[in-house]
């Protein structure tokens, strides 16, 4: 910790003097820190302690970001700090080619999917408990953006981070014991493609597209390779405020020496657990946005199921439907969020895991604000 604030502390005294040296050759372009504090209110309706406590209110996140550019060359980063761990989203250099094409090389997103997220509340849609939705890997992209169309082409060597650790922003392969499972998964080699295009109207956009993903999926314990791939359509489309997004996709994790091939182990924000090994995902979200005197509204109902695809017959659906809102004045940014989960990872009693068996029969829900301060 002590070496991480040392180096935040010689990486802001160097931007000072690029931020300096901008100044004196009068260029346009510099870079720009900003950052986030949030905090967060849960209450579980599952939960016997939320109810005696009526729900918790804790620190949530707090985050530093370098963001802009020099000439042709810029960089981008965040790096968090929870409550108790601490992990870097994303963190790249890029090199504008031309006015068409871009090169990205670092922790950069993933291409996959919606562009952005596939989600409008603070709880994410159910491709990101599977590693679909804002995911960020180390590798190299270039991104081509013309007259309405887009492309993207990046190859990832692995995940940001190794497998065994769970305590990291994005859903990536998981190294280690779960349920009396051991699982010695890493991804590595991945490729992927994601075309789009953008059509404007009176009123409104629509960003149309298909994404393809595929990689290798390396055995820690007998060297040996398995193979995974994903692919998606999707549309993102608003009209006088209006927002739709839609979502289908199908993945498959073909681990090698698998003890179990109809789940697989991942990991996210300080924690582990298992999904289906194959499964279709599907996403359909409605928004409405409000422009108010002090700010804006955004109304939204987010929903997404899985159907494993795996031979094991008893594996169930998961659902998850996020009812909320979106209060944005100023620099502060609240999300009010109802959350149901039926056989859904973080959203249901007992069910730590994804279109695995179900315990129970029931849609659980629980209520969660996220208060966010930006600077």
């Known amino acids: 910790m002590k070496l991480l604030k040392l180096t935040l502390l010689s990486s802001l005294i160097s931007l000072c003097f690029v931020s300096s040296y901008s100044s004196a050759q009068e260029v346009e372009d510099g870079i720009n820190v900003s950052g986030t504090l949030r905090a967060n209110y849960s209450y579980k309706e599952y939960s016997d302690s939320a109810k005696d406590k009526s729900g918790d209110l804790t620190f949530e996140m707090a985050s530093i970001k370098f963001n802009g550019k020099l000439d042709d060359w810029g960089l981008s980063s965040e790096y968090r700090f929870y409550d108790g761990w601490e992990a870097l989203r994303y963190g790249y250099v890029f090199y504008d080619y031309s006015s068409e094409w871009q090169i990205q090389f670092g922790i950069n997103q993933v291409p996959f999917g919606n562009p952005g997220f596939i989600s409008n509340s603070f709880w994410f849609g159910v491709p990101y408990y599977l590693g679909f939705e804002d ?6 992209k270039a991104v081509y953006s013309h007259n309405g169309w887009g492309t993207e082409f990046a190859f990832y060597k692995n995940a940001e981070y190794g497998a065994s650790r769970s305590d990291r922003y994005s859903t990536d392969l998981y190294s280690g014991e779960i349920s009396g499972t051991e699982y010695y998964n890493e991804e ?9 295009y953008a059509m404007e109207y009176q009123g409104g956009k629509a960003v149309m597209g298909a994404s393809v993903e595929v990689g290798q999926i390396y055995n820690s314990n007998t060297g040996n390779n398995g193979d995974r791939y ?11 405020g209006w927002a739709l997004q839609l979502q289908a996709m199908q993945y498959e994790y073909k681990a090698a020496d698998a003890l179990d091939e109809n789940k697989i182990a991942v990991a996210a924000y300080a924690w582990q657990y298992e999904i ?7 996403s359909v979200n409605v928004a409405k946005t409000i422009t108010t005197s002090w700010g804006s509204v955004k109304m939204y109902n987010d929903f997404g199921v899985v159907t494993p695809d795996v031979d094991n017959e008893t594996y169930d659906n998961s659902y998850q439907n996020v009812t909320g809102v979106a209060l944005s004045s100023g620099p502060t940014y609240t999300m009010i969020d109802f959350i149901m989960g039926k056989n859904m990872y973080a959203s249901t009693l007992d069910n730590g895991h994804v279109g695995l068996p179900e315990i129970g029969d029931s849609w659980d829900h629980r209520i969660n604000i996220n208060f966010g301060y930006y600077f």
């Open 135 to 140: 995911d960020y890997d180390a590798g190299i």
């Open 188 to 196: 590595t080699n991945q490729l992927n493609l994601r075309q789009t």
């Open 230 to 240: 994903a692919v998606a359509l999707h549309l993102d489309a608003s009209y006088n």
């Open 276 to 282: 289906a090994s194959k499964a279709q995902a599907y």
